[in-house]
C-alpha cells in the first residue's frame, strides 16, 4: 500500500511565526487532503489537494504529484493554529472505494 | 448540506461487553462510508468501508465488525471487547467519486 511520511513530528512556534509541514508520499494518488486535529480529536478538514496550490485565509497547499509530496503553510499562526495535523492520500482504481491512507501527523504547538 | 453524526461521544466498557457504535449522514445519497481507529493519539488506521448497504470490506481482521443496514447508517460491533479495542473511532463518508471525505466527530472507547 501507499506509504505516507510527515516531517516534521513535532514542531513548537510562537506566536507570529510561520510554517511548512510537509508530506511525502510512496505512489501516484487520486486524493490528498490535509486535517487539523483539534484538542476534542475532531478532524477539521483543511484542503483537498491532489494537486496544484490551494489558499485559505492564513493556511495554504500546495501538491507537487508527480514529485509525490505536498506542503502546508501556516503563515502568522495563532495560539489556536495548536493541534496535530495530518496528510492523507488515497489512489483509486476502477471502482475502488479504498479509504484514506494517513501519515503519523505534525504536532504543532503555538505558544503565546 | 451534508453533516455527519456519531455517538456517544465517550464510553466505558468492561472488557468482555458487546459494542455498537452508530453513525449516519444527512443530506446525501449512495455515500462511501468508513469505521476508522486512532490509537495512542497517532495515526488513523482504516477498519471498515461500505459502498452500499450490506456491502462492507474489512481492511484489518481483528475483533470488530461493521453493518450498513441503511444507506445513510454505519454501525461498528464487537460481541466481546478486548482492551486492546480502546481507542478513537472515527465515521467517516464520501461522494461516490471518491473525492474529499468528512470525518464525525469521534466516539472514544475506552475498555476496562
Known amino acids: 500500500g501507499i506509504q505516507v511520511e510527515q516531517s516534521p513530528p513535532d514542531l513548537i512556534l510562537q506566536e507570529g511565526a510561520n510554517s511548512t509541514l510537509r508530506c511525502n508520499f510512496s505512489?501516484?494518488?487520486?486524493?490528498l487532503q490535509w486535517f487539523h486535529q483539534n484538542p476534542w480529536g475532531q478532524l477539521i478538514n483543511l484542503f483537498y489537494?491532489?494537486?496544484g496550490t490551494k489558499q485559505n485565509g492564513r493556511l495554504s497547499a500546495t501538491t507537487v504529484a508527480t514529485e509525490r509530496y505536498s506542503l502546508l503553510y501556516i503563515s502568522s499562526s495563532q495560539t489556536t493554529d495548536s493541534g496535530v495535523y495530518f496528510c492523507?492520500?488515497?489512489?483509486?482504481?476502477?471502482?475502488?472505494?479504498?479509504?484514506?491512507?494517513f501519515g503519523k501527523g505534525t504536532h504543532l504547538i503555538i505558544q503565546p | 448540506s451534508q453533516t455527519i453524526h456519531q455517538w456517544p461521544a465517550t464510553l466505558v466498557q468492561p472488557v468482555g461487553s458487546p459494542l455498537s457504535l452508530e453513525c449516519t449522514v444527512e443530506?446525501?445519497?449512495?455515500?462511501?462510508l468508513y469505521w476508522y481507529r486512532q490509537a495512542a493519539g497517532r495515526g488513523l488506521q482504516l477498519l471498515f468501508y461500505?459502498?452500499?448497504?450490506?456491502?462492507i470490506s474489512s481492511e484489518v481482521p481483528q475483533n470488530l465488525s461493521a453493518s450498513r443496514p441503511q444507506d445513510r447508517q454505519f454501525i461498528l460491533s464487537s460481541k466481546k471487547l478486548l482492551l486492546s479495542d480502546s481507542g478513537f473511532y472515527l465515521c467517516?463518508?464520501?461522494?461516490?467519486?471518491?473525492?474529499?471525505?468528512?470525518f464525525g466527530q469521534g466516539t472514544r472507547l475506552t475498555v476496562v
Open positions: 467517516a463518508w464520501s461522494a461516490l467519486d471518491w473525492t474529499e471525505a468528512f
Open positions: 505512489d501516484s494518488v487520486n486524493n
Open positions: 489537494i491532489p494537486s
Open positions: 492523507a492520500v488515497a489512489a483509486y482504481s476502477g471502482g475502488g472505494a479504498d479509504g484514506l491512507t
Open positions: 443530506g446525501t445519497s449512495n455515500p462511501n
Open positions: 461500505s459502498v452500499g448497504i450490506g456491502q
